[in-house]
């Protein structure tokens, strides 16, 4: 609905961060088809690197990491970023205040982890 008056939408994916929530997974996200995956490594948790490398290899979904995620997970996804020449779909984000405080370096965090 969004996309038909010209709004961009984000649409989480990994798992849940509250207790009795559903976990979004690929067909979810296919069947929604956002404009932007939403910490694509995660927040408590990412979603399976297998769903990660489907969403950047059969979408053109923008792929937004954050800092407050799953380090990891960002590592293995940038890594398939790299993989598929997607460096252009690439936000990275903060995603602070969240539980783990105000993260001031966060984006330049990310962006370190990324580029190493």
């Keep these: 609905m969004g996309q038909k008056i010209r ?37 408590p ?14 979408t053109s979904m923008a792929i937004e990491f954050v800092h407050c995620g799953n380090m990891k997970a960002a590592a293995e996804v940038g890594s398939l970023v790299a993989k598929h020449k997607a460096f252009h779909r690439v936000i990275i984000g903060n995603d602070a205040p969240s539980e783990t405080g105000v993260v001031p370096l966060g984006v330049l965090r990310v962006m370190s982890l990324l580029a190493g």
């Design 7 to 43: 709004m961009v939408v984000l649409m989480h994916t990994g798992g849940t961060s509250i207790p009795g929530s559903t976990t979004v997974g690929l067909t979810r996200f296919l069947k929604s088809d956002p404009d932007v995956v939403c910490h694509i490594n995660g927040g």
């Design 45 to 58: 948790t990412a979603c399976s690197i297998e769903e990660a490398e489907k969403l950047i290899a059969q």
